[in-house]
């Protein structure tokens, strides 16, 4: 399986794969960030941290639907 996907996994019982996640993505956060105003990027920045995070608690791996299932919509 892919390294995000067993990132997400092992940051359910440990705040370590939390950080790495947001390394992960902090390429892609940097670079939309250039996209905003200078003074409101690192307000920004932070935001979208504690996002991820959030959707990283809350996500659920046992619920994410097969190829037969998305088959069946």
Do not use: C
Not at 16 to 21: D, H
Not at 25 to 44: A, G, M, Q, W
């Amino acid at each position: 399986m892919g390294i995000l996907y067993n990132l997400v996994k092992e940051a359910k019982g440990n705040s370590e794969y939390e950080t790495k996640v947001i390394r992960t993505f902090e390429p892609k956060i940097k670079k939309s960030l250039y996209l905003t105003r200078v003074e409101n990027r690192d307000d920004l920045e932070q935001e979208l941290k504690i996002k991820l995070i959030r959707y990283v608690r809350d996500y659920s791996l046992e619920k994410v639907p097969g190829l037969f299932d998305l088959n069946e919509q």
